[in-house]
Each structure stands twice: as structure tokens, then as C-alpha cells.
């Protein structure tokens, strides 16, 4: 029941850094779990990165390094700062926000990285 507002996306060259946000609606949780998985046709959805109300996060391999996710409690809002971006990391990315068990999810934006 918890709405995402995603933004970012689009088409970067390789090499290229591109930000993604999400925001949640309303008042939320002290303890939450937000971030972006992404599914590129053909393969299994996976983890990019997470970031807990306390500032944990979690990495998928793939972006160890060149991704950082960060959060704004104030502003209920996640950021994933994507850099040297790949065409491996073409995909759609989905925005999460998980909190007492329940997922929450954007509707994805597209991020594509070509030449």
C-alpha cells in the first residue's frame, strides 16, 4: 500500500554515470529496507542495492564499486549513484521499500547503456 516515486533512468553511453531516486509516500516506518533490483529480459531479477533506515546496505556483486546507494530520512527518499556503467547493466530497475515484512515496488524504470 506504500506508493514509489521513481525517477532517473534513460539511456547512458558506456562509462557514463546515471542517478537513480525513489521516493515513499506518507510517513513510513523508524526501521525500513529500500533499494533497486533490476530484470533484464532473459534473466532472473537481482539485487542492486539496499540501504536500511540505520545505513546498511547491501550490494549485489556486479555493482560493488561502481554503484553507491544512499538515503534521506527526512526526505523518505533512496538515491543509487550508478557510475562506469556497462551494457551488462542494462535493465529495468524496480525500486523497493520493505518494512515489517512487506514489499513494496516501483513500477521501474528503464536504464539502458549503449553506445
Known amino acids: 500500500q506504500v506508493q514509489l516515486v521513481e525517477s532517473g533512468g534513460g539511456l547512458v553511453q558506456p562509462g557514463g554515470s546515471l542517478a537513480l531516486s525513489c521516493e515513499v509516500s506518507g510517513s513510513i516506518d523508524t526501521n525500513y529496507a529500500m533499494g533497486w533490483f533490476r530484470q533484464a529480459p532473459g534473466k532472473r531479477r537481482e539485487l542492486v542495492a539496499q540501504i536500511t533506515s540505520g545505513g546498511k546496505v547491501v550490494y549485489g556483486d556486479f555493482a560493488k564499486g561502481r554503484f553507491t546507494i544512499s538515503n534521506d530520512n527526512a526526505k523518505k527518499t533512496a538515491y543509487l549513484q550508478m557510475n562506469s556503467l556497462k551494457p551488462d547493466d542494462t535493465a529495468v530497475y524496480y525500486c523497493?521499500?520493505?518494512?515489517?515484512?512487506?514489499?513494496?515496488w516501483g513500477k521501474g524504470m528503464l536504464v539502458t547503456v549503449s553506445s
Open positions: 523497493n521499500f520493505a518494512v515489517s515484512g512487506m514489499n513494496s
